[in-house]
């Protein structure tokens, strides 16, 4: 299973950026998906995550500027994110929880990262 981001790149404070992730190879079905960052010197915290049926849940510090949505025929989660701050540079990385085939145990798989970079 292969988790591959995009969508990041340099914005300037206050501008708006849209995050990709699509997974692909030997999957049966996904649970939850979602989205995490590291900022420089601090550890990965958690941004959004979406479930099957689309429920969401967001960091407190992104609630009202960013939306997680997905597509499931396509395995695909986004980020929206809007009024971007400095606050918000970051790796930004995908998370998936897998089940690969019927009867396998789901399993959280990764993207590599993309990084996102809010400065003027």
């Known amino acids: 299973v292969q988790l591959v981001e995009s969508g990041g790149g340099l914005v300037q404070p206050g501008g708006s950026l849209r995050l990709s992730c699509a997974a692909s190879?030997?999957?049966?079905?996904?649970?939850?998906m979602g989205w995490y960052r590291q900022p420089p010197g601090k550890q990965r915290e958690l941004v959004a995550t979406i479930t099957s049926g689309g429920s969401t849940n967001y960091a407190d510090s992104v609630k009202g500027r960013f939306t997680i949505s997905r597509d499931n025929a396509k395995n695909t989660v986004y980020l929206q994110m809007n009024s971007l701050n400095p606050e918000d540079t970051a790796v930004y990385y995908c998370n998936a929880e897998v089940r690969r085939r019927i009867g396998f145990p789901v399993r959280g798989y990764w993207g590599q990262g993309t990084q996102v970079t809010v400065s003027s």
């Open positions: 190879g030997s999957i049966f079905s996904i649970n939850g």
